[in-house]
């Protein structure tokens, strides 16, 4: 992993950090698994966002519109299961 792809990872982290209160907030949370080149973040969505019903909107209007904006490069965020 070059120099580049860590800072933009640490970057998704800072801001996953940043917005894991509210997630947390309702029984559930996020984990970064991935941050491609390519600027494609996978996270996986735990606890009671697993099984939300509401959970793609968490991931679209709530996680990927936060990385979007602070996160420089971030083209979309995707969910992935185990």
Sequence with gaps: MCATDLAMKEEVQKALDSIRQFLQADNG???????SSDGIVKVKLLGAC????????TLRAGIE???LRDVPGI????AVSN
């Design 65 to 67: 519109r936060s990385l």
């Design 50 to 57: 697993e099984i939300c019903p509401m959970s793609v909107m």
């Design 75 to 78: 083209r979309r965020v995707e």
């Design 29 to 35: 949370d996020v984990e970064l698994i991935d941050v």
